[in-house]
């Protein structure tokens, strides 16, 4: 039977929660446990694929296909694992489950409440989940006393008494003058015991260290002894909170109240990783879009990061909105290199081309990542075969030239929805510069878009120079494109949901490699 920690959070959101289930995973796995983690999200949702960006950041995909929170990105980067769509769990969801039984009859005409048909339907996700592993985490999302979230609580309440289960509750430290206020942390262990649950070890999310005197007064009001009170301050970078838990020696604790055989970890390699970050020369790698906060890109951001230690170089993210480089292109005049992400809708399109045609015109190391590989399409067919009403059809539907189409209208056989979802099977040409950079013939790459290239004008733009050097044997979709002789590469899938710290993706690599080849320095002088 696994061992259950759950993560819960109180004062407010936002702490952090996703970051500290993610790291106490890296420690327990490198003491030699397999590690499951689940995030629960009680929102009516039934996934992220239609949250907006501006209000909950990036939408990441997994293998699968699952739209989930950009909490899954930190599991994978951090614990090294494969994250599965049922780990995935939100109201909308278990809601949708009952309901459907119901329909079918399956609760013998039953009364169908909350308790315990809502509660026994989270139970027995979160059990299906831990199958195999040692332990198994669980996040909370939100915080303690949020209505949406109770019968959550009273769910996991009812799997304390099935076997070995921790909470781990993590609560906001305000500082007013010099003191660190622990009153916040005092009313969210209250509330955390009015819902049936005692946490075993509390959490503080502080600006700077937890002073000893801070800990014994947590210690006294929320009856945990004051070794079981962590602090979690702020850091430098993410990837050391591992390192933090480990000096407050969490995992001895984790380990002692799960009844377990006391392991130490091997951080041996994590530590490795944490002395490179951050270090070597700058890089100015561009990222312009519609979106200006940086949670919508977190995963590019992350996997640029893994590419810098590996490259030897520190990349510095410039925010760029495509709506000013549409009125003046020199704006890219002092970046290395440019990303141009993935989107959906209009907005922004039009500076977002004007950025790819800068910098593929004065050969700046790019990467275009889904839409980006889209509007690279457009732009060259627009600027070199001469097609100046080149479109894709998600911007204009009027475009006399629909170089980007929906996938259905080119022919492609989309299995299971309009949206190209998850792990696709892309196959190389020999002798193309990706094939060159991944040094493999065939790789799989996790997909979210519904357009893509439009087989009638392969040839135009092909006879103009521009190569699409793979495609998916499996729907025959176009999957990426190059112009010889530089640094220009469009993908139609997301590379960065795979970059790991230990395993950072060769796209991100190569690019900034491209950018030490020409030289560290901006446009001017090239």
């Known amino acids: 039977m696994p061992k259950y920690i759950v993560i819960t959070g109180g004062v407010m959101s936002g702490l952090g929660k996703g970051l500290l289930s993610a790291s106490i995973g890296r420690l327990l796995k490198a003491c030699g446990y397999t590690v499951a983690l689940t995030k629960i999200d009680p929102y009516l949702n039934f996934d992220a694929g239609t949250m907006s960006p501006f209000e909950h950041g990036e939408v990441f995909v997994l293998r699968d296909g ?11 980067r951090f614990v090294d694992i494969d994250a599965k769509r049922s780990h995935n769990i939100t109201t909308g969801i278990v809601f949708d489950k009952v309901i459907r039984n ?6 013998l005409g039953k009364t169908i409440q909350l308790i315990p048909h809502v509660t026994d339907e989270i139970k027995r996700r979160i059990r299906d989940n831990s199958k195999g592993a040692d332990i198994s985490i669980i996040e909370l999302g939100g915080t303690v006393g949020d209505i949406e979230g109770l019968v ?16 781990i509750h993590l609560t906001f430290l305000p500082v007013q003058g010099i003191d660190q206020k622990t009153k916040p942390t005092q009313h969210s262990f209250i509330e955390m015991r009015r819902a049936g649950l005692m946490p075993d070890i509390m959490v503080g999310r502080c600006k700077d260290k937890l002073r000893d005197s801070t800990k014994r007064k947590i210690s006294m009001f929320c009856s945990v002894k004051p070794e079981e009170v962590i602090s979690d301050h702020n850091l430098d970078n993410v990837y050391t909170l591992p390192l933090l838990l480990y000096e407050e020696q969490i995992h001895k604790i984790i380990q002692t109240k ?20 951050g270090k070597g020369p700058k890089v100015k790698v561009g990222i312009v879009g519609k979106y200006a906060r940086g949670d919508t890109y977190l995963s590019i951001q992350e996997a640029l990061a893994h590419a810098g230690v590996e490259s030897g170089v520190n990349p ?3 925010w760029i909105d495509s709506e000013v480089v549409e009125k003046n292109p020199s704006t890219l005049s002092e970046i290395d290199c440019m990303i141009t992400p993935g989107g959906f809708g209009t907005r922004g399109c039009e500076g977002k081309i004007a950025a790819i045609r800068y910098v593929r015109e004065n050969k700046i190391p790019w990467l275009g990542l889904c839409l980006g590989f889209q509007l690279a399409v457009v732009e060259f067919a627009r600027n070199v075969v001469g097609l100046r009403g080149a479109n894709s059809t998600e911007m204009s539907e009027e475009t006399k030239d629909s170089v980007i189409i929906p996938h ?11 949206m190209r979802l998850g792990d696709k099977k892309v196959v190389f040409r ?10 493999e013939d065939t790789v799989y ?61 060769p796209l991100f690599v190569n690019m900034l490699e491209a950018v030490k080849n020409i030289g560290l320095n901006s446009i001017k002088d090239r």
């Open 445 to 505: 790459e996790r997909h979210r878009h519904r357009y893509g290239l439009n087989p009638r004008y392969v040839d135009k733009l092909t006879d103009a120079g521009l190569v699409f050097s793979s495609v998916c044997p499996e729907d025959g979709t176009v999957e990426t494109l190059e112009i010889p002789d530089q640094y220009f590469i469009g993908v139609q899938f997301h590379p960065e949901f795979q970059s790991r710290p230990n395993a950072p993706h």
């Open 152 to 167: 959550f609580l009273e769910a996991i309440r009812q799997l304390r008494g099935e076997g070995a289960l921790i909470n």
């Open 66 to 76: 699952g739209e989930v929170d950009l909490d899954f990105g930190h599991y994978e």
């Open 102 to 107: 119901e329909r079918k009859g399956n609760y």
């Open 430 to 439: 020999q002798g193309t510069e990706i094939q060159k950079i991944y040094g």
């Open 316 to 318: 510095e993210l410039i």
């Open 258 to 277: 799960l009844k377990l055989d006391v392991r130490e970890p091997d951080l041996g390699g994590w530590k490795q990783f944490t002395t490179m970050y």
């Open 408 to 418: 259905w209208e080119a022919g492609h056989n989309i299995m299971g929805g309009t």
